[in-house]
């Protein structure tokens, strides 16, 4: 009988210890170590797989290993063309986000070409997954259904069914009897995906695995998992917006850079042929703190609604939210927006939105959220067919972006005729024209946000005090006024007070 022992394993690299510690001896990371029960390990003819023959590169035969449409136009997108066989694909994503529902469709679609294809849901039981299947019209005569938890069983699955492409629903909940810990910990998923993956590569099968998310918004378990697998895909989206967004995070078959979008109905997930339009829909004209930005999901385009809201404060820190933008460089452009042209949000609660639950990390959207801050401010709305583009500096300098010539040509798709661009920004395409500046404070005035009214200048403290800005002529942004000023002869006093010169300040 195998020897059990108590180790502790690191969740992030795998890293076994005898007793716990708070930093990791491998990855050193803090308070990753869980304890796991561990039996003794196999012989090393255990160990041993089938022997592998040396070939010349040339004389490799990769007929086999081209990849094969899943049928899901979206997900096909992302991978390239489809799933190649003996692949092993990692899907993760947060809980009810419609990773099952994604995956039915496709291998329905893939047995509906007579291809046999193995779901194992090791979460749900058999009548779970059929009543989802009826309401997706996924029923077909070469899925083969299994609920199972069991490693040993599903191997055998594979062996008898001989399937083209599995599904393990999901990999946190599997686990082999020959390991002592329980499902889902650091040594039941290493085994248990580095087993289904020599299956894969040795019958030429593809796998796909469901991956639970911590709540940090990580693939749970070890860190190993991801490097194991071929291709890790990244299912995102708010369970409150019916837009999904799907994503390559890594893939050995092709590049990382496309992005897949798909839109939660009663019938399932349905592909977004045109996500700008969709973000656009609702978008209401002539609101102050509205702006329409291309941004850049991989190669792919996306106009996206930007709205900012400016309210008074009476907390001693007003609060600055956002939602699908990053905090920190909101927290950037304010201050680039008190310091260069004069708008001072000091007494002021401020929220930033990305509209329709996506989530922009990218600078090209600088220019946008300042002038969507400015315009709420100044409680003036822009132009209707305007799209704003550019990363803002410290300086208040505009600089260009990449791929300037995709975005515009997805805006003059949409009808949008006008595009404020940083002052170097390539041509716009045909039925665009482009309205070039060189700072913030330049783009402001252009756009009709003068901060002369609403908006008090910023100043610098003096003493507790404020004194009045100045603008450079230069670069029309606003400077501090100098604090000397001239005085007539007839103020200064002919003595000086004793108590002045005894003060060493």
Not at 204 to 226: F, I
Not at 418 to 431: D, I, K, M, V, Y
Request: net charge negative; glycine share 10%.
């Amino acid at each position: 009988m195998a020897k059990v022992r108590a180790v502790f394993r690191c969740t992030e690299c795998g890293t076994s210890a005898p007793k716990w510690v708070g930093r990791c001896p491998g990855c050193e990371e803090w308070n990753t170590l869980v304890e796991e029960l561990e039996a003794s390990s196999p012989s090393a003819a255990q160990l041993l797989g089938p022997r592998d023959k040396p070939v010349p590169i040339s004389e490799v035969d990769t007929h086999e290993w081209t990849a094969r449409a899943t049928g899901i136009a979206e997900l096909d997108r992302v991978l390239g063309g489809g799933l190649v066989p003996g692949s092993v694909t990692l899907v993760g994503g947060e809980p009810g986000i419609g990773k099952s529902t994604l995956l039915l469709q496709a291998v329905a679609s893939v047995a509906a070409d007579g291809a046999k294809v193995l779901y194992v849901s090791a979460e749900e039981s058999k009548q779970q997954v059929r009543l989802r299947a009826e309401r997706l019209g996924a029923l077909r005569p070469t899925l083969w259904l299994a609920s199972e938890t069991s490693l040993p069983h599903i191997l055998d699955f594979i062996d008898e069914i001989e399937p083209t492409l599995v599904v393990v629903d999901s990999i946190q909940t599997v686990h082999h009897p020959e390991i002592g810990s329980a499902s889902g910990s650091v040594s039941q998923v290493r085994e248990c995906a580095a087993r289904l993956v020599g299956a894969a590569k040795a019958k030429g099968v593809a796998v796909v695995l469901v991956g639970h998310v911590t709540k940090e918004g990580g693939l749970a378990g070890p860190r190993v998992l991801e490097h194991v697998v071929d291709t890790v895909l990244a299912f995102e989206g708010d369970r409150h917006h019916a837009l999904r967004l799907l994503r390559a995070v890594k893939h050995r078959f092709g590049a990382t850079d496309q992005l897949g979008l798909f839109e939660m109905t009663e019938g399932g997930m349905v592909g977004v042929p045109d996500p700008s339009r969709l973000f656009l829909a609702d978008r209401r004209k002539g609101v102050s703190g509205s702006v329409v930005v291309p941004t850049m999901e991989g190669h792919r385009p996306l106009l996206v609604e930007l709205q900012a809201l400016v309210t008074p404060s009476r907390l001693a820190s007003p609060r600055r939210s956002a939602q699908g933008l990053d905090s920190g460089r909101l927290s950037l452009l304010l201050a680039v927006l008190q310091e260069r042209a004069g708008f001072s949000f000091a007494e002021t609660d401020v929220y930033a939105l990305a509209v329709g639950g996506v989530k922009i990390a990218e600078p090209a959207a600088d220019l946008g959220v300042a002038l969507a801050l400015a315009s709420a401010l100044a409680g003036t709305s822009l132009p209707p067919d305007l799209v704003v583009c550019g990363e803002v500096g410290l300086g208040g300098e505009l600089r260009q972006v990449s791929q300037t010539d995709r975005r515009l040509a997805e805006a003059a798709r949409l009808g949008f005729t006008r595009a404020l661009l940083p002052r170097l920004a390539p041509e716009p395409p045909e039925g665009i024209a482009a309205i070039r500046v060189g700072t913030l404070a330049e783009a402001i005035e252009v756009a009709g946000l003068a901060a002369d009214g609403p908006a008090p200048p910023p100043g610098r403290r003096n003493g507790g005090g404020h004194h009045p800005a100045s603008t450079d002529p230069e670069s029309g942004g606003a400077w501090p006024a100098p604090r000397l000023r001239a005085v007539e002869s007839s103020e200064i006093p002919d003595t000086v007070p004793d108590d002045i010169l005894d003060d060493p300040f």
